[in-house]
């Protein structure tokens, strides 16, 4: 995670908290699996390297409640698909415009970003099929 985020009140902004801003920490998952973790939001892009296919779960808000409004980017640099849906697909919903609106799917060197809309509820939007 970049330095300095999350920010609290009165907290001063030094230059390589600032500078940090423009750039990703990387989070590479070589697995078929990966459940986002409450380090996966401020900046951070998650990247799923493996060469088959592979699964990005979001968890409930049971598990960790990220804020709403919270963005998390997902790459896919690993030749196999990669599916994005919840981990309990009756608490967690996850919809996109993709062909499957409940798993979306991202290709190689394709991106989407997981938004959390409401309490226990996901859009992906981005490259996905």
Do not use: H
Not at 32 to 50: E, K
Request: zero cysteines; hydrophobic letters at 40%; aromatic letters at 6%.
């Amino acid at each position: 995670m970049p330095t300095g985020l999350p920010a609290a009140t009165g907290d001063v902004l030094s230059a390589a908290s600032y500078n940090s801003l423009v750039s990703y920490s990387i989070n590479t998952q070589s697995g078929a699996t990966y459940t986002l973790a409450s380090t996966d939001q401020y900046q951070v892009l998650v990247i799923g390297s493996n060469a088959s296919t592979k699964t990005i779960s979001i968890p409930t808000d049971a598990t960790y409640a990220f804020p709403n409004g919270t963005a998390i980017t997902i790459l896919n640099s690993g030749s196999g698909l990669m599916t994005i849906n919840a981990v309990t697909s009756g608490t967690t919903t996850v919809t996109s415009a993709g062909a499957v609106s409940a798993a979306p799917t991202v290709a190689q060197y394709k991106a989407a970003v997981a938004i959390k809309t409401a309490t226990n509820a996901w859009t992906v939007v981005g490259a996905i099929a």
